[in-house]
């Protein structure tokens, strides 16, 4: 299985929106993903395999941050390493680009994703109470990026 990942861009936004439904209880709309690819800060790849969507990254960079808003992989192809891939390429982007810090926040409960994100390098700096709607609290990461390699 191939993982081809793709910059997306405004024309992608319900192929988003369509993904975002399947895999999140509170989706963002179409207009809002659309919004969001249409900003100059926003930075956005698609996961395919077979040259069908399975996944996507959304986020912003402002100069040396970058915040994951949305990483997600279609129900039927999740644990197969796509988030991981297309949160490997984005920071790898971003990093290409100057940034030294990636944030995102996560829920609590989720672990799944809280041992992605601490596998690939992130650490939970805040707790959030109460964070979301349905009361359930959130967790702040940040990932730090080395501009140059450690000396061995």
């Not at 808003?69 to 999740?78: E, G």
Request: hydrophobic share 45%.
């Amino acid at each position: 299985m191939t993982v081809r990942i793709r910059r997306a861009t405004p024309a992608d936004a319900a192929v988003l929106a369509a993904m975002e439904a399947a895999c999140f209880a509170e989706p963002w709309s179409a207009a809002a993903v659309a919004s969001d690819l249409t900003s100059a800060t926003c930075r956005a790849w698609i996961a395919e395999i077979g040259g069908s969507s399975v996944g996507y990254l959304l986020g912003t960079q402002v100069v040396d941050e970058f915040t994951v808003a949305r990483i997600a992989s279609l129900p039927n192809a999740r644990r197969c390493g796509i988030g991981r891939t297309l949160l490997r390429h984005a920071i790898g982007c971003a990093q290409a680009d100057g940034v030294t810090s990636v944030f995102l926040e996560v829920r609590a409960s989720n672990e799944a994703a809280i041992q992605l994100y601490t596998s690939a390098g992130f650490v939970v700096t805040r707790r959030r109470k109460g964070y979301y709607a349905n009361g359930e609290d959130a967790l702040d990461m940040r990932c730090d990026l080395n501009a140059e390699e450690p000396s061995p």
